[in-house]
């Protein structure tokens, strides 16, 4: 499975930003879809996934500005509002089969300006 990530840019503070995750190749092995994003050289940091099933998770820290959706069979969405500047990162989305392989998409850069 190869996954493209898209949706990044330059934002103001307080606006929205919506991320796509597109997915090619065996799309019917994929049971989850996560979004993360790395800032500088820090640890990727997980924000959201969703399962084939529908369930969803996210992290704590950013629950209450993301929320990550299905648009079709191909893609998955990551919708964040009122943008920080401490949200500048790459973002990344992750897929991964029921036996636990996975794979990466190659990151969308997202700037937040202050």
């Known amino acids: 499975v190869q996954l493209q990530a898209s949706g990044g840019g330059l934002v103001q503070a307080g606006k929205s930003l919506r991320l796509s995750c597109t997915a090619s190749?065996?799309?019917?092995?994929?049971?989850?879809v996560s979004w993360y994003r790395q800032q500088s050289e820090n640890e990727r940091e997980f924000l959201a996934s969703i399962r084939s099933t529908g369930v969803r998770k996210y992290a704590a820290s950013v629950r209450d500005r993301i929320t990550i959706s299905r648009g079709n069979a191909e893609t998955v969405y990551l919708q964040m509002d009122n943008l920080r500047p401490e949200d500048t990162a790459v973002y990344y989305c992750?897929?991964?089969?029921?036996?636990?392989?996975?794979?990466w998409g190659q990151g969308t850069q997202v700037t937040v300006s202050s």
């Open positions: 190749g065996s799309i019917a092995s994929i049971d989850t």
């Open positions: 992750h897929q991964e089969d029921s036996r636990g392989r996975g794979s």
